[in-house]
């Protein structure tokens, strides 16, 4: 089935420590995201990617990093520097293209500190 | 910065009515407006996207419209389902000084259909 993978569903971080959260799609899309929700929140921008190798910071990518090594693959870092951490991670994709821009989100990351 | 609202936070009705949920963005700059539906603990799913030149979209029972002169657009759910019961989330892709597909959402209305 074509979609969005992200991985693990719920992931557990101990103070200082760095974590990584998957996605990886198999759409074919260029462009990649990632949001955090928090309860009652709206969706907060980390980080995007359009094309392999490049990514551009959103509205709060203090404390988190990214790396768009292949197409398919979109990884995130939340580094002990990100103070507050525990929310809800989505993915998403998209063609990239102006008309038609239909974003697909994965079924999200659960990450609690501990 | 482009700020989008929805309105009402919140709506609890009897199966069979007709809903409306509204949706206000401050810059009328857009490229095109998603609908979305959020399961609780879940992924969004996409419902309709309406493009800028567009007015409406449809899709089944559901029905959204935009008027990007007045910053709004609504989400019509004609004879709503208990199945129909999650979080709807209204979001807009700015064109003004924005990179291409970064979208701006609400907060979202959350749907309870009861019985």
């Known amino acids: 089935d074509g979609g969005i993978t992200q991985s693990p569903k719920y992931l557990f971080r101990k103070e200082g420590q760095n974590v990584t959260l998957s996605c990886e799609q198999n759409?074919?899309?260029?462009?990649m995201y990632w949001y955090r929700q928090d309860p009652g929140q709206g969706l907060r921008l980390i980080y995007y990617?359009?094309?392999?190798?490049?990514?551009q910071k959103g509205d709060i990518a203090e404390g988190y990093s990214v790396s768009r090594e292949k197409k398919e693959s979109f990884p995130l870092t939340v580094t002990s520097a990100q103070k507050n951490p525990t929310a809800f991670y989505l993915c998403a994709s998209s063609t990239g293209r102006r008309n038609g821009n239909t974003i697909y989100f994965g079924e999200g990351s659960w990450l609690t500190v501990v | 910065k482009q700020e989008v609202t929805q309105i009402p936070a919140a709506l609890s009705v009897p199966e069979g009515e007709n809903l409306v949920l509204n949706c206000s963005f401050t810059?009328?700059?857009?490229?095109?407006l998603q609908w979305f539906r959020q399961d609780p603990g879940k992924g969004l799913t996409s419902l309709l996207l309406?493009?800028?030149?567009?007015r409406e979209q449809t899709s089944g029972r559901l029905n959204a419209s935009l008027d990007k002169s007045s910053g709004r657009s609504t989400l019509y759910i004609a004879a709503s389902q208990p199945g129909d019961s999650a979080t709807y989330l209204c979001?807009?892709?700015?064109?003004?000084?924005?990179?291409?597909?970064?979208?701006?959402f609400g907060r979202g209305t959350q749907l309870t259909v009861w019985p």
């Open positions: 309406i493009q800028s030149s567009q």
């Open positions: 990617s359009q094309i392999v190798n490049d990514f």
């Open positions: 759409l074919n899309h260029d462009a």
């Open positions: 810059d009328s700059a857009i490229y095109n």
């Open positions: 979001a807009v892709n700015s064109g003004r000084g924005s990179t291409l597909g970064r979208l701006y």
